[in-house]
């Protein structure tokens, strides 16, 4: 099936846009409570999309009060009208990284980090230059360092399935993924710092509250108002953190002196590239990896033993006739390229984005045009617009060859890094700057466990974010 052309498109019927935001205030909570205990996220915006027959509708999104002062957005559902988040000449992405609420800025050291900026702030150019500066800089490194920490991780899963029958992924490679960063950005192994192994943990209590409003603890339905009250009702304060984020930024101030050392060309501070740093590092990079890694694992590992031997001929072939893995080794594994590709459209780390319309629009899905007026939010959930049936067949299926051949022509849909797959991050978007240094290292990560084994098994379960993925069975390489 394909999409609506763009001529008929054009010809599209303009209509209001259904839905409603309920009373006042006690609107905004009532679909938080449906969002996240009463109906869970996907049955929230699917029984919408049913009840109004339209994947464009209006709706409030937590937290709401009292953290957020407006939770009112437009929803775009589908493939088609989602992308009207990257087109920042009609939208602005000031403040709205986390949605309608900005945590305090206390938690990146009083400073509007690179994330919360419009791209048509001259802090946001320089910012993200920087980044992108740091990053080609840092490109002989990716490969090499990358897979000496898989090899260690490796290590890790095999001793855990020898010794207690099974290995957590989520714990082991959260572990692998913060080392891996600091050590690319840092050029030491974070126990050498005075955070010694605690670097994980640090982080991912810093990330729990700034994101803490967006998520629920899991508690027990019976135990959701208590749930509800504890993250959603109030900001959670900076303060729990603060003596550890100061620890953070301590270690990489004195640790990435080359990299901050740039930063004045830029027109940066070093404090401020500091700040920034730690948050790209911490929380846009740890913080992705960590919710990414278990989910391409988890699809690969559920898809079984028929793809895991394609895979593995696939790799090893190249890998012999290459004479190693290089770049050009792994832009010719065109499976492994697409079972990459297919997991970031059927489990997009960043499940959420946000922007504000910057005059009054007119935006498109598959069967109508729908006016948005200057000053609206507009938010985007992201696995329904790759999931969308009407331009993936067999859309909620993991397919692990959909992007081979032809069914390249579809990457255009798969939008993981906020932006399509078909473009490249420049300063003027918002376009992840890692983009292409994420997707080199998913594909390595499958190049190096398909080296050393054939197939493999797991358990999987839903997380507040992500999905846990715990390895039961592990085959080694009969042949390479």
């Not at 609107?27 to 996240?36: N, S, T, W």
């Not at 955070?195 to 990330?207: E, H, Q, V």
């Not at 900076?238 to 100061?246: E, G, N, P």
């Amino acid at each position: 099936m394909s999409p609506s052309s763009s001529s008929s498109e054009s010809k599209l019927p303009l209509k209001p846009i259904p839905g409603d935001y309920g009373s006042p205030f006690f609107g905004a909570i009532k679909d938080r409570l449906d969002y996240f205990y009463n109906q869970g996220k996907d049955e929230f915006f699917k029984t919408r999309i049913q009840k109004h027959n339209s994947t464009v509708i209006k709706t409030n999104m937590p937290p709401g009060p009292f953290i957020a002062k407006n939770p009112k957005v437009i929803a775009v559902l589908d493939a088609i009208s989602f992308p009207i988040l990257f087109d920042t000449s009609k939208v602005e992405k000031y403040n709205v990284l986390d949605g309608t609420f900005l945590p305090s800025l206390s938690f990146t050291g009083g400073h509007r980090v690179c994330a919360y900026l419009d791209p048509s702030e001259t802090k946001h150019t320089a910012l993200k230059s920087y980044f992108m500066s740091v990053l080609a800089s840092k490109h002989s490194e990716f490969i090499p360092l990358f897979r000496s920490c898989l090899s260690q991780l490796f290590v890790s899963i095999e001793d855990g399935i020898a010794s207690q029958k099974k290995a957590n992924f989520n714990t082991l490679g959260q572990s692998m993924s913060f080392n891996y960063i600091f050590r690319l950005f840092c050029g030491k192994d974070p126990s050498e710092t005075a955070i010694g192994s605690k670097g994980p943990a640090i982080a991912d209590k810093w990330l729990a509250l700034q994101l803490g409003p967006l998520f629920t603890l899991g508690l027990p339905k019976f135990l959701k108002y208590v749930d509800d009250l504890l993250l959603h009702t109030f900001p959670l304060p900076f303060f729990l953190v603060k003596s550890d984020y100061y620890k953070l930024y301590d270690v990489f101030y004195a640790s990435s002196g080359p990299i901050l050392d740039k930063a004045e060309s830029f027109g940066v501070t070093r404090e401020e590239a500091c700040h920034n740093l730690v948050f790209l590092a911490c929380f846009s990079t740890y913080g992705g990896l960590k919710v990414w890694f278990p989910a391409l694992i988890k699809w690969v590992g559920l898809s079984g033993e028929k793809l895991h031997r394609q895979l593995a001929d696939e790799i090893r072939t190249v890998v012999k006739e290459e004479g190693g893995i290089t770049i050009q080794a792994l832009d010719k594994m065109v499976l492994t390229k697409s079972v990459v590709y297919e997991a970031f459209r059927i489990e997009p780390p960043v499940p959420f984005q946000y922007a504000k319309a910057k005059e009054d629009i007119v935006v498109q899905s598959h069967e109508a045009s729908y006016k948005i007026k200057k000053g609206e939010m507009i938010f985007g959930y992201q696995p329904f617009a790759t999931k969308d049936p009407v331009v993936f067949d067999h859309a909620e299926d993991f397919v692990g060859h959909r992007f081979v051949g032809e069914g390249e022509k579809l990457l255009k849909y798969v939008y993981w890094s906020n932006g399509r797959e078909t473009v490249d991050p420049t300063v003027e978007d918002k376009q992840c700057p890692g983009k292409d240094m994420v997707v080199l290292l998913s594909r390595l990560m499958l190049v190096e466990f398909f080296l050393r084994y054939d197939t493999f098994s797991v358990e999987t379960a839903v997380l507040p974010i992500g999905s846990s993925v715990t390895f039961t069975s592990l085959v080694k390489a009969t042949s390479i």
